[in-house]
């Protein structure tokens, strides 16, 4: 096991079964496991909301 996935934590999600039917789909046609899906749709908001509060902090009140 790699360090790396040494340091991902575990946690209990309930989603429907709608939005479970649509994660699937959508893993399936970027070629990942729903986990995958999961967690690269996170990191990307993460990533977006980051990149828009260093943006905010550079304007000038």
């Known amino acids: 096991m790699e360090a790396k996935d040494k340091d991902k934590k575990q946690l209990l999600l309930r989603l429907s079964s709608s939005l479970w039917k649509d994660l699937a789909s959508w893993a399936e046609d970027d070629f990942r496991s729903i986990n995958g899906q999961i967690e690269f ?14 943006e905010d902090e550079t304007i000038p009140e």
């Open 41 to 54: 749709l996170l990191t990307e908001s993460v990533r977006k909301r980051k990149k828009g509060q260093t």
